[in-house]
């Protein structure tokens, strides 16, 4: 695992930095949260770690996570 440092408003890049994959930036610090924007082709999925593990339980039972799995509420930032 590769753990690094960053500051509000800078990056990582993912993959070629010529033509990298993604790039994850640090948009928000306040107090213990921080808000993290990802930067990726639609055609990569990115989740949450709990919604992952739910995509992967409900595909185990066969059935579909659309409509179950809810959205993170507003906190206003």
């Known amino acids: 695992m590769l ?3 960053r500051r509000e408003g800078e990056e990582v890049v993912i993959g070629d930095p010529s033509a990298p994959i993604g790039v994850v930036r640090i948009a928000a610090i ?3 949260r ?3 924007a990802f930067e ?3 055609t990569i999925e990115v989740h949450r ?3 992952a593990e739910q995509i992967i339980a409900t595909k185990d039972d ?3 996570v659309v409509g ?5 509420a507003n906190d206003g930032g």
């Open 40 to 42: 990726f082709p639609r």
């Open 68 to 72: 179950k799995i809810r959205p993170a």
């Open 3 to 5: 753990v690094i440092t």
């Open 49 to 51: 770690r709990e919604v």
């Open 34 to 36: 921080v808000r993290v």
């Open 62 to 64: 066969g059935q579909s």
């Open 30 to 32: 306040k107090g213990d």
